[in-house]
């Protein structure tokens, strides 16, 4: 059924079309006259954006490797169930990353040693009780088989916020490292070369 309605102080008509059978009616303005009002569909939250601090797996290497393994990212777990892991950026130097035993969410990487020349395979962490100990090097053809340039020893305790380090130059990297009381020193070696630290006083030669 089709009804027409008065025209109304701006001069326009309104036809109304009643469907039949109870259905609803098919609203259809004349030409001029302004468009009904539909409801706005709800506005849907924006996904907050995950921030270094959030993510759920630590920062990898930007060093391509075509080999088995994994040499150029490293993750030690201690006792406590906290997590440490490191991994090299190029140009830059070596980042470190921890998380607690919880899980929520890794560090901000922080930059352990700093340097422009090229990561050389492997970084090998270890845990001695809450000590936590890294071995790195680095040298300006180690990609192509070139021995390091820049040995890297390095020790975290407590929080993990501070880590020592020491650099050794024109080495062929530190082979290997022990403690025999839980952390509180620890003996890095190369044959017979030894590098220690010391909770109370860091590295000593």
Excluded at 72 to 79: D, I, M, R, T, W
Excluded at 120 to 146: K, M, N, P, S
Excluded at 156 to 165: A, K, M, N, P, T
Excluded at 185 to 200: A, E, I, M, Y
């Amino acid at each position: 059924m089709r009804m027409k309605w008065p025209a109304g102080p701006f001069g326009m008509v309104l036809f109304v079309t009643v469907a039949g059978c109870g259905g609803p009616a098919a609203v259809r303005a004349t030409p001029g006259s302004p468009a009904p009002a539909t409801a706005a569909a709800p506005a849907t939250p924006a996904s907050p954006t995950p921030t270094e601090d959030d993510a759920r797996e630590p920062r990898r290497s930007d060093i391509s490797w075509n080999g088995g393994g994994d040499p150029f990212n490293a993750l030690v777990v201690l006792k406590d169930g906290r997590r440490v892991a490191m991994h090299y950026r190029r140009g830059e130097g070596l980042y470190e990353q921890h998380s607690d035993s919880q899980a929520e969410g890794w560090t901000r990487p922080r930059l352990i040693y700093g340097t422009k020349t090229e990561a050389c395979q492997g970084v090998h962490l270890r845990a001695f009780g809450g000590t936590v100990t890294a071995i790195a090097d680095f040298g300006r053809y180690c990609a192509d088989g070139e021995p390091p340039m820049e040995s890297i020893a390095a020790v975290g305790v407590g929080d993990l916020s501070r880590w020592d380090h020491h650099l050794t130059r024109s080495f062929d990297g530190w082979g290997r490292v022990s403690s025999s009381d839980g952390g509180k020193t620890v003996t890095f070696r190369r044959n017979s070369f030894t590098l220690r630290w010391s909770r109370d006083g860091g590295f000593s030669e």
